[in-house]
Structures are given as structure tokens and as C-alpha cells.
């Protein structure tokens, strides 16, 4: 069972910055790829970034140059940093995993911008 767990949201000012954390466990767990998403209210769920397993980095052109993605294999943590934020990146960010024969969502961690 994969167990994924989002930490480091908050309210912060526009313009300011936040690092999500993704600590990830599970015996069965494996890494293809991992990324962040965000969901706001009547909305689905949009793509933030993407890692792959050997540590390539993928961003929707909406979402270049504020956000940056990166894992710690050692400490087994998914990391967003997110600079420059803006009262539109407000949402729920969530951590996903996708390994061998398996998909796991963490529970999310709200971010909220405004001043």
C-alpha cells in the first residue's frame, strides 16, 4: 500500500512563496513518475509539474518559471517550490504517484494567496 502525505500549505501574501512537501512510503511502492496537481471549487484538477523517475522535470507552459519540482530519493520527499504567488494559484495541491501497477493521491494541503 502506497501512502503519500502533503505538508507546508498555508496563506501567504501575493507574491510571496511556499515549499509543499510529498513524504511517500509503502512496501509495494514504485516510482514511474510523480507530480503535483491543484483543484479548485467546480474545477478539475490541473497538472502543477511533473518528475520522472530518473529525475526529468515537466511543466505546463501555464505553469513555467513559479514552480519547480524536485524529490529527495534519500529522505523519500516530493518538494514544490512555488514562487511569486498569486491569488489565482490559490487551491488544494495534491502529490500523485505513478509506479508499477499502481496510482496513490495524497490528501491534499490547501494554499491559499491574498493579502
Known amino acids: 500500500q502506497v501512502q503519500l502525505v502533503e505538508s507546508g500549505g498555508g496563506l501567504v501574501q501575493p507574491g510571496g512563496s511556499l515549499r509543499l512537501s510529498c513524504t511517500y512510503s509503502?512496501?509495494?511502492?514504485?516510482?514511474?513518475?510523480m507530480a503535483w496537481y491543484r483543484k479548485t471549487p467546480g474545477n478539475q484538477r490541473e497538472l502543477v509539474a511533473q518528475?520522472?523517475?530518473?529525475?526529468?522535470?515537466t511543466y505546463p507552459d501555464s505553469m513555467k518559471g513559479r514552480f519547480a519540482i524536485s524529490r529527495d530519493a534519500a529522505k523519500n520527499t516530493l518538494y514544490l517550490q512555488m514562487n511569486n504567488l498569486q491569488p489565482e494559484d490559490t487551491a488544494v495541491y495534491y502529490c500523485?504517484?505513478?509506479?508499477?501497477?499502481?496510482?496513490?493521491w495524497g490528501q491534499g494541503t490547501q494554499v491559499t494567496v491574498s493579502s
Open positions: 518528475i520522472s523517475s530518473g529525475g526529468a522535470t
Open positions: 509503502g512496501r509495494s511502492f514504485s516510482i514511474i513518475f
Open positions: 500523485f504517484n505513478r509506479g508499477v501497477g499502481s496510482e496513490a
